[in-house]
């Protein structure tokens, strides 16, 4: 049994006696490269130039951020994503569509769970450009929460409770610690694989 390292993660209290095992919660620094980090930029810059951050997401989850889904990706970005679903073991038919979300400087990710409408049991998530803090928290006991500290060019997989039963959400800059470290947060992008929804729940 592996836990994760304790260098990017603080549990509560509540989870002493919980294990929090790499096959629930996996954070890799340095997934990848700064070069394939350039690639992906490159690659998204693209669509991304085309669109305006929106203050308020469609289930207002979302504040200052533009995104887009793409099946379409060059052999290096494809290799990159390849390697994340390997990684983070999904179980069934990896979805096509890889999700690219930019949020800016002032951007945060408020906490939700992913609907089961569009995704399976795992979602994998490599950081471009900032340093961030996401917080987990279970939904039905906030005494039971976890902070992950995720470095540019990490990649996280959230499965089992923390893709079910914890929310997940990226700290605001003013919220931004990790236990007493402040992480300062710029614009972030990220890469987004999730595992492909159950047909029960389309
Ligand atoms: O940007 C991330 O790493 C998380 C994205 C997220 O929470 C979502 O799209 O549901």
Redesign the pocket.
């Known amino acids: 049994m592996t836990i994760i390292d304790k260098t990017f993660m603080i549990a509560s209290a509540a989870l002493k006696h919980s294990p929090i095992t790499q096959s629930k919660l996996k954070l890799i620094p340095n997934f990848i490269s700064q070069k394939e980090e350039e690639q992906i930029l490159n690659e998204s810059e693209k669509k991304l130039k085309r669109l305006k951050y929106q203050r308020d997401h469609w289930d207002d989850a979302i504040v200052g951020y533009r995104e887009f889904e793409s099946a379409n990706w060059s052999e290096q970005t494809l290799a990159v994503i390849e390697r994340v679903k390997r990684e983070a073991h999904f179980s069934n038919s990896p979805r096509q569509l890889v ?1 690219v ?1 930019d949020i800016d400087a002032a951007g945060f ?1 408020k906490p ?1 769970i ?1 609907s089961n409408r569009y995704c399976g049991d795992k979602v994998a ?1 490599v ?1 471009l450009l900032s340093d961030s803090v996401m917080r987990l928290v279970n939904q039905s006991d906030s005494s039971k929460y976890i902070t992950l500290l995720l470095p540019r060019l990490s990649l996280y997989v959230l499965a089992h409770e923390f893709r079910y039963d914890y929310t ?1 959400e ?1 700290l605001s800059d003013e919220m931004s610690f990790f236990g007493d470290e402040y992480v300062k947060r710029d614009r972030r992008v ?1 890469m ?1 694989c999730r595992s492909e929804p159950s047909p029960l729940s389309k």
Do not use: R, W
């Open positions: 999700h979300l990710i939700h992913d998530g950081s997940h990226i990220s987004v």
